[in-house]
């Protein structure tokens, strides 16, 4: 019963930014984790980063120090800021939610590196 909705990708240069939006159809308060995934061409589905209910973040050792996951529990909405994106950081961005028990995905968002 949670719809999650990704915005915000687009193409990027190789170094540069972009921000990607989670919303959420419903309060998030109550969802303990939630958290970024990413699916290239002929890969599977990896965790990128999750959030917490009290904050606390995890990263995937290849986006440390350039990305940074957060949520705004009153917006109902989980960010991720991708900085100095790189060709590999390519991919069809997931939001995910772990919700009585259950995984929830958005459609996801395309993101696309130039070099």
């Known amino acids: 019963q949670v719809q999650l909705v ?8 190789d170094g540069g930014s972009l921000r990607l939006s989670c919303a959420a159809s419903a309060t998030i308060f109550s969802i303990n984790t939630m958290g970024w995934y990413r699916q290239a061409p002929g890969k599977q589905r990896d965790l990128v980063a999750t959030v917490t209910r009290s904050g606390s973040t ?8 350039r990305f940074t996951i957060s949520r705004d529990n009153a917006k109902n909405t989980v960010y991720l ?23 929830y ?11």
């Open 81 to 103: 800021q991708m900085n100095s994106l790189k060709p590999e950081d390519a991919a069809v961005y997931y939001c995910n939610a772990e919700y009585l028990g259950s995984p």
């Open 6 to 13: 990704e915005s915000g990708g687009g193409l990027a240069q």
């Open 58 to 65: 995890k990263y995937v050792d290849s986006v440390k120090g």
């Open 105 to 115: 995905w958005g459609k996801g968002t395309l993101v696309t590196v130039s070099s």
